[in-house]
């Protein structure tokens, strides 16, 4: 079975440093995995996903996420982070084996919040 | 990628009652999840519902209570029924439109208070 874990409720940073919302997984072949946001009384908003390639994937809003296959640790980064990045992070996986019929697991969220 | 609309957008129920919702995607797409995300919490699939067969529901679920519709491959719609102010959630729809993005696209939730 598919799992996530993002071991922190809550993450806070100050305006200007880089941040780090963290990630593992568990799944029985090779992951897909996604990074999505939600900010109040929005929808879930795509980052940015790895499916193969470059261990360092770069999306959107100048979020970037390293896969680290030994660790099993997909961590969501930002070198300078914003007031405007205060918002519910969610991880998300599927294994490769099954196909795109197969529905995301997700991570229990982690709330970060960017204090100026 | 695929754009999903997801009505309404917001209600407030009395228990007891039951409410629909609906999504349309903008394209045709085998598959559609539904999810429940309880206040502060992550989400949690519902079902997975394809064209021309019964949805197929996550252990906790039950189609008496969620009963889902998936007349035509960019259409479906779940009924919260019999609501209680523990039904109180986003409930949120999704697709892989399978355009080899490997993206998965959410409605943009309907956000139900039960009263």
């Known amino acids: 079975a598919q799992s996530v874990a993002q071991p922190e409720d809550q993450v806070n940073v100050a305006e200007g440093n880089p941040l780090t919302v963290k990630c593992t997984y568990s799944?029985?072949?090779?992951?897909?995995l996604f990074w999505y946001v939600q900010y109040p009384n929005r929808g879930l908003q795509f980052l940015l996903k790895y499916i193969t390639g470059d261990n360092l994937v770069k999306g959107s809003y100048g979020f970037e996420a390293e896969f680290n296959k030994s660790q099993t640790s997909f961590h969501l980064k930002k070198p300078s982070a914003l007031v405007s990045d205060s918002a519910l992070y969610f991880c998300?996986?599927?294994?490769?084996?099954?196909?795109?019929?197969?529905?995301?697991?997700f991570g229990k969220g982690t709330r970060l919040s960017v204090i100026a | 990628s695929a754009v999903i609309s997801q009505k309404p957008s917001r209600d407030i129920c009395q228990r007891g009652t039951s409410l629909t919702i609906q999504c349309q995607v903008d394209?045709?797409?085998?598959?559609m999840f539904w999810y429940r995300q309880q206040p502060g919490q992550s989400l949690t699939l519902i079902a997975t519902a394809n064209q021309g067969s019964e949805a197929t529901y996550e252990s906790g679920f039950v189609i008496d209570k969620f009963p889902i519709s998936r007349p035509n491959l960019t259409f479906s719609t779940l009924t919260v029924s019999n609501m209680s102010p523990e039904d109180s959630s986003i409930y949120l729809c999704?697709?892989?439109?399978?355009?080899?993005?490997?993206?998965?696209?959410f409605g943009s939730g309907t956000r139900l208070t039960v009263v």
């Open positions: 799944v029985s072949g090779n992951p897909y």
């Open positions: 394209s045709q797409v085998t598959m």
């Open positions: 999704s697709v892989n439109p399978g355009d080899g993005n490997y993206g998965y696209t």
């Open positions: 998300a996986v599927r294994d490769m084996i099954n196909s795109g019929n197969t529905p995301l697991v």
